[in-house]
Nanobody
Framework: VQLVESGGGLVQAGGSLRLSCAAS????????MGWYRQAPGKERELVAA???????YYEDSLKGRFTISRDNAKNTLNLQMNNLKPEDTAMYYC???????????????????WGQGTQVTVSS
C-alpha cells in the first residue's frame, strides 16, 4: 500500500489546513492509521490516530483544534487543523499500522506504511 499526503502549505497563525492521505489500496485491514509530525531537531510525535473500530486519539495539546477522519470506503485519512499556531510547524506524515493506536504512540518510527510527508508552516 502506498500512502500519499496532500494539503500542506504556508498559513498564518489562526488559519486552517486540511491534510489528506490517499491510499493506493484498501485501508480496512489497518487497525490503526494516524498522522505524525516532526519538527527540525525534535522527535516524531503522534498527532492523531483513528482505529478501524472507530476510536480516535489526539495528542493532549491538540484536542479541540485538530480532527481526524477515516473513510474506509474511499481509502482516505484526513486531518482538519484549525486555529493553527507557529508551534504546529512541522513535516506531517500519514502512517498505517496493523497494530494498535497505543503501539503507534509508543513506537513513532515503526508503523507499517508511511507517506512521504507534507510540510505545514504556520507564520506568526
Amino acid at each position: 500500500v502506498q500512502l500519499v499526503e496532500s494539503g500542506g502549505g504556508l498559513v498564518q497563525a489562526g488559519g486552517s489546513l486540511r491534510l489528506s492521505c490517499a491510499a493506493s489500496g484498501s485501508i480496512f485491514k489497518f487497525n490503526a492509521m494516524g498522522w505524525y509530525r516532526q519538527a527540525p531537531g525534535k522527535e516524531r510525535e503522534l498527532v492523531a490516530a483513528s482505529s478501524s473500530g472507530g476510536r480516535t486519539y489526539y495528542e493532549d495539546s491538540l484536542k479541540g483544534r485538530f480532527t481526524i477522519s477515516r473513510d474506509n470506503a474511499k481509502n482516505t485519512l484526513n486531518l482538519q487543523m484549525n486555529n493553527l499556531k507557529p508551534e504546529d510547524t512541522a513535516m506531517y506524515y500519514c502512517a498505517a499500522s496493523e497494530s494498535s493506536i497505543a503501539t503507534m504512540r509508543a513506537y513513532p518510527y515503526e508503523s507499517d506504511f508511511w507517506g512521504q510527508g507534507t510540510q505545514v508552516t504556520v507564520s506568526s
